[in-house]
């Protein structure tokens, strides 16, 4: 089996994983991620519509992104 391979599917998060490390951050980091992503499209939210927003909100917000531009940069750093 290819070496490159392996070391590919390594480094590719799960579904899981991605749903896993955004329930384990708080308010603050994914508004800023938020507020940080690049991706194909543009989010474009003011910190304080943001603010108003329950957390739950915010990381289905961030998801949502995440998964409809799975190779983004923003996923290198997900798994905290």
Do not use: C, W
Not at 29 to 39: D, H, K
Not at 40 to 50: A, G, H
Request: net charge positive.
């Amino acid at each position: 089996m290819d070496k490159n391979n392996d070391r590919r599917k390594k480094e590719k998060m799960t579904f899981e994983q991605i749903v896993d490390s955004i329930t384990k951050i708080g308010r603050e980091e994914v508004t800023r991620r938020i507020m940080n992503y690049r991706g194909s499209f543009k989010m474009d939210f003011s910190n304080d519509y943001l603010n108003k927003l329950p957390v739950d909100r915010l990381k289905h917000i961030y998801l949502a992104a995440l998964i409809n531009n799975p190779n983004s940069s923003n996923l290198k750093h997900k798994l905290d």
